[in-house]
T-cell receptor, first 109, second 116 residues
Framework: GIQVEQSPPDLILQEGANSTLRCNFSDSVNNLQWFHQNPWGQLINLFYIPSGTKQNGRLSATTVATERYSLLYISSSQTTDSGVYFCAVDGGATNKLIFGTGTLLAVQP | GAGVSQTPSNKVTEKGKYVELRCDPISGHTALYWYRQSLGQGPEFLIYFQGTGAADDSGLPNDRFFAVRPEGSVSTLKIQRTERGDSAVYLC??????????????FGPGTRLTVL
C-alpha cells in the first residue's frame, strides 16, 4: 500500500520563527490533507491540497504531485501552533486516508 | 454548522465486555469513516460507509469489531469481548461524498477507550 513519510519527526521553535514540514508519499494520490492535532486530540483541517499551492493566514502549503511530496509552511509561529501536524493521503480506489507519522511541533515563548 | 460529534468522550471498560461508540456526522455528509489512533501514532483506517453500506471494511482488525449505519446518518462502532490492546482513541470522520474536493474529511473529537 501507499507509504507516507513526514519530516522532521520533532521540531522546537522560538515564537516568531518560521518552519517547513515535509510529507513524502510513495504513489499518486487523489486527496492530500494537512491536519493539526491540538493538545486535546482534536484533528483540525488545515488544507485540502492534492496539488498546487494554497495559503491561509500564516500557513501555506504546496503539493508537487508529480514528485510525490507536499510542504507545509508556518510563518511567525505562535505558542498555539504547538501540537502534532499530520499529512494524510487517499490513493487508488478507496477513500480511506493513510496518515504519516506526524511532526511534533513545540513553540516556546 | 455543527461538526462531527462522538459519544461518549471517554469509556472505561473491563476486559471481555461489550462496548458501543457513537458517531454523528456533519449533516448532509454521505460518507462516514472510522479510524483508531494509538498513543504516538497517526490514525489508522477501520471502515468506510457510503450511505448505509460499508464500502470498505478492510481496516477492521478482527471479527470482534463491527460497525453499522442503518439510516445513512449516525453510525455505531461495536466491539465485542474487549481486550486491553483495543485501548485507543477511536475517531470518526465524515465527508460530503466520495470524490474530488467533496472527499475532504472532517474529524470528530474522538472517544478514548480504556480496557482494564
Amino acid at each position: 500500500g501507499i507509504q507516507v513519510e513526514q519530516s522532521p519527526p520533532d521540531l522546537i521553535l522560538q515564537e516568531g520563527a518560521n518552519s517547513t514540514l515535509r510529507c513524502n508519499f510513495s504513489d499518486s494520490v487523489n486527496n492530500l490533507q494537512w491536519f493539526h492535532q491540538n493538545p486535546w486530540g482534536q484533528l483540525i483541517n488545515l488544507f485540502y491540497i492534492p496539488s498546487g499551492t494554497k495559503q491561509n493566514g500564516r500557513l501555506s502549503a504546496t503539493t508537487v504531485a508529480t514528485e510525490r511530496y507536499s510542504l507545509l509552511y508556518i510563518s511567525s509561529s505562535q505558542t498555539t501552533d504547538s501540537g502534532v501536524y499530520f499529512c494524510a493521503v487517499d490513493g487508488g480506489a478507496t477513500n480511506k486516508l493513510i496518515f504519516g507519522t506526524g511532526t511534533l511541533l513545540a513553540v516556546q515563548p | 454548522g455543527a461538526g462531527v460529534s462522538q459519544t461518549p468522550s471517554n469509556k472505561v471498560t473491563e476486559k471481555g465486555k461489550y462496548v458501543e461508540l457513537r458517531c454523528d456526522p456533519i449533516s448532509g455528509h454521505t460518507a462516514l469513516y472510522w479510524y483508531r489512533q494509538s498513543l504516538g501514532q497517526g490514525p489508522e483506517f477501520l471502515i468506510y460507509f457510503q450511505g448505509t453500506g460499508a464500502a470498505d471494511d478492510s481496516g477492521l482488525p478482527n471479527d470482534r469489531f463491527f460497525a453499522v449505519r442503518p439510516e445513512g446518518s449516525v453510525s455505531t462502532l461495536k466491539i465485542q469481548r474487549t481486550e486491553r490492546g483495543d485501548s485507543a482513541v477511536y475517531l470518526c470522520a465524515s465527508s460530503l461524498t466520495s470524490g474530488g474536493r467533496s472527499n475532504e474529511q472532517f474529524f470528530g473529537p474522538g472517544t478514548r477507550l480504556t480496557v482494564l
